[in-house]
């Protein structure tokens, strides 16, 4: 029974499934696309970073990657046309790696799919439950504890509410 569980034990049941009801949504142009999950990664951290480009031994970094490892998924997602790759204007052994137009859609989409899936979780609580989870992710994010975890942009679902 859900009330027997310890609070570690409750929370990674709901955050597991929250991931699990919007990942397999959003997953199907990933895969239409043969992305590793490296690959995927490599434009989550640039989709999630507040700069335009990024050099890719940052990249490498994020990800725990070799720069090489890097290279070659960057490579790939420029020919699929999800990346550009350019020379910095101050070093130009550094290349910059940012989104494409069509490499944006997808983050889009993607934080689309994972937002609806949110949405359709809230609508399903009862309101006492729904307001008790509100307060408490509210009195989380007040506390700071989460500080050092970057904000990723609002996604709209067209939804105005």
Known sequence: ???????????????????????????????????SLSQARTLFVLGHDDRQQLPIHT?????????????RNVD????LGLLTRDESPEDRRVKLVGLSERGRELIREQMMCHRAAVDRLVE??????RD???????????????????????VSTGDPS
């Open 1 to 35: 029974m859900a009330s027997e569980l310890g609070f570690g034990d409750a929370l990674e049941r709901f955050l597991t499934g929250l991931f699990s009801a919007s990942r397999s949504e959003g997953a199907d142009k990933l895969v239409e696309l043969d992305l």
């Open 59 to 71: 990249i490498a970094e994020r990800l725990s990657l070799s720069v090489t490892a890097a290279g």
């Open 124 to 129: 399903r609580l009862p309101d006492n439950v």
């Open 132 to 154: 008790d989870l509100h307060a408490a992710l509210i009195g989380v994010l007040d506390s700071g504890a989460l500080a050092s975890v970057p904000t990723i942009p609002a």
């Open 76 to 79: 790939r997602l420029v020919r």
